[in-house]
């Protein structure tokens, strides 16, 4: 079992910066892919980033490459997301995941952190 508990969001002006933290429990952090999905009212949920087990591959949403930058840290069982020129349109929950493989579809993915609210207002 893995247990993912999200830190870090909260209310940015746009144009501002954030940066979520993502810690996994248990001592089998660095077998799994990480991903950033996010869901905003009303929509889907969202694939946002991804990477590989040693953090060295790397894929993101077209709608955040350029302003978004996921890390991971398995020393610390933790995954970052930064987010660098966040737009009112990043406003929604986001959530960390893992699964077996780095992929963009949410089929991937089987465990879940509860999420975490990110506002940027205009």
């Known amino acids: 079992q893995v247990q993912l508990v999200e830190s870090g969001g909260g209310l940015v002006q746009a144009g501002g910066s954030l940066r979520l933290s993502c810690a996994a429990s248990g001592r089998t952090f660095s077998r799994y892919a990480m991903g950033w999905f996010r869901q905003a009212p009303g929509k889907e949920r969202e694939f946002v980033a991804a990477l590989n087990w040693s953090g060295g591959n790397t894929i993101y949403a077209d709608s955040v490459k350029g302003r978004f930058t996921i890390s991971r840290d398995n020393a610390k069982n933790t995954v970052y997301l930064q987010m660098n020129g966040l737009k009112p349109e990043d406003t929604a929950v986001y959530y960390c995941?893992?699964?077996?493989?780095?992929?963009?579809?949410?089929?991937?993915?089987?465990?879940w952190g509860q999420g975490t609210q990110v506002t940027v207002s205009s």
């Open positions: 995941t893992s699964g077996d493989y780095i992929s963009k579809s949410i089929r991937t993915y089987d465990y």
